[in-house]
């Protein structure tokens, strides 16, 4: 027993590295994260105090709990069979599969990440970028909400600054959780924006067991009272008019919606509008391709950089201007509890057929209510008006169509922003926006339109398009 046992060196290094991560594992790691998981507890209980729609348990809870909850959720272990015998693979084979599937989609929501860098960063880029304005809010009845409820903010989809202006402007109420396509999928990217909470979709995928567990895990999101945002669009728009809704997330909000349960869904729509979309010509060249014609502007990197650096130099030298103003406004929400006993329906016994048309009638109001909150801004009030003319309109005259069109929109209930409640402030940042970029052009006191360019004037006169016949008919009825 007290004999000397010879070892050689390096078994006794492999041996003690050994042991030094078994005592981490066992003794100092686990008190590590009881200290940290304390501290973001107490974290997250300072955020309640403050935010008006509270982070739910949900929101915070492990991301493996949420993955293994969402495997072996009885709908999804269903599915799981079916696909097994449907694909003539193993049901071992088709779990993994799932749980690949459920790893890709939950997130893994960081406070300090969201409040502490995110919210931050957000508003660096907005304000540093455009002139943010809160538009309008239907402030007594947003009071009427329940902080535990879970909220749905349903928004109109412009440009990939939606995201951070949104994030932004409700950065003081609540932590959002986004759907973000495929897009976002790139090594260090996704990590960053897993731990803002947001989860990834794969919009257009017709694998059926995929399906199912993004139908559980928005279920079991909305179930747990998460604050999400949701752009039913389902893309960025791409003539700037608003686009029919698509019904794949909102059907799975409602699929398995209980009136009865003590939380509630509720919706709330929000209008975005901007002075300058920064993908507005990327986005026309886009739907040209698509309809089969040449594309006047396509990506190009070093195109890109050029402008990048132009305004850089414009900003040292005084001479430039921030991309106008960028409007958000907050509708009345809308109750998914009080909205199904209203139509006396209960989405969780009807057959598809039904089901589908009952999700396609609830999106059409949201994307009705949404389409009724978007600003009116200064460019698109003067692009509006230079594209009703037929011909060049001096000043005098442009001032006066855009009075009218103000006078229109106001008569007919919607939200237009008057910087300064100047008029004449708002039609001279709208024209410069538009004669900076060469859109619209002055010679002899006329100002008309650069032909090359009534595309992109049109994509911003249709970001209020769907107003004007509303409009039309207030004054008729007048």
């Not at 731990?195 to 079991?220: C, I, T």
Request: proline content about 4%.
């Amino acid at each position: 027993m007290t004999s000397t046992v010879t070892l050689p060196l390096w078994l006794v290094v492999i041996v003690g590295v050994l042991s030094v991560m078994a005592a981490l594992d066992h003794l100092l790691l686990p008190s590590a994260r009881w200290v940290m998981r304390r501290r973001l507890n107490r974290a997250i209980d300072e955020l309640n105090t403050r935010l008006k729609l509270r982070i739910q348990p949900f929101k915070v809870a492990k991301r493996q709990s949420l993955i293994d909850q969402l495997v072996f959720d009885p709908e999804v272990l269903r599915e799981i069979e079916a696909y097994a015998v449907a694909h003539k693979m193993s049901r071992a084979a088709v779990q993994d599969l799932a749980r690949e599937y459920a790893r890709e989609i939950v997130p893994s929501f960081s406070a300090y990440a969201y409040f502490g860098i995110g919210a931050r960063i957000a508003r660096f880029i907005s304000t540093a970028l455009y002139r943010v304005r809160l538009g309008y809010m239907d402030a007594d009845a947003l009071k009427t909400v329940d902080p535990d409820s879970s909220v749905i903010f349903v928004i109109n989809h412009r440009s990939n600054m939606d995201y951070v202006l949104v994030t932004f402007m409700v950065s003081a109420s609540s932590a959002l959780s986004y759907a973000v396509g495929e897009w976002a999928r790139v090594w260090l990217l996704q990590s960053v924006i897993r731990s803002m909470g947001a989860y990834f979709v794969r919009r257009d995928s017709g694998d059926a067991l995929y399906r199912r567990v993004l139908a559980r895990y928005v279920h079991m999101a909305v179930a747990g009272g998460l604050a999400q945002a949701v752009f039913p669009e389902g893309g960025l728009t791409r003539d700037g008019k608003l686009q029919p809704p698509k019904f794949g997330l909102i059907g799975y909000m409602v699929a398995g919606f209980d009136a009865s349960a003590a939380r509630d869904a509720v919706f709330v729509p929000v209008g975005i509008n901007y002075d300058r979309v920064l993908e507005d010509r990327l986005q026309l060249g886009t739907l040209a391709k698509k309809q089969g014609a040449t594309p006047r502007h396509r990506f190009n990197f070093i195109m890109l950089m050029r402008a990048f650096f132009s305004h850089i130099a414009l900003r040292v030298r005084g001479r430039w201007y921030r991309f106008g103003y960028a409007c958000v406004s907050f509708g009345a929400p809308l109750s998914l509890r009080k909205y199904v006993q209203e139509r006396g329906i209960d989405f969780r016994t009807m057959d598809h057929d039904t089901r589908f048309a009952e999700t396609e009638r609830l999106a059409k109001v949201l994307m009705q209510r949404v389409g009724a909150v978007v600003p009116v801004l200064p460019v698109a009030l003067v692009a509006t008006a230079l594209r009703q003319a037929a011909a060049p309109l001096s000043l005098l005259e442009l001032k006066s169509r855009v009075l009218a069109l103000t006078q229109l929109f106001e008569a007919a209930d919607a939200h237009v922003h008057i910087p300064r409640g100047d008029q004449d402030y708002a039609i001279e940042v709208g024209l410069r926006m538009l004669t900076l970029r060469h859109l619209v052009e002055e010679a002899d006191g006329l100002y008309c339109v650069v032909p090359e360019e009534i595309a992109l004037l049109d994509y911003y006169a249709n970001s209020i398009a769907h107003l004007l016949p509303v409009a039309v008919t207030v004054q008729a009825a007048e």
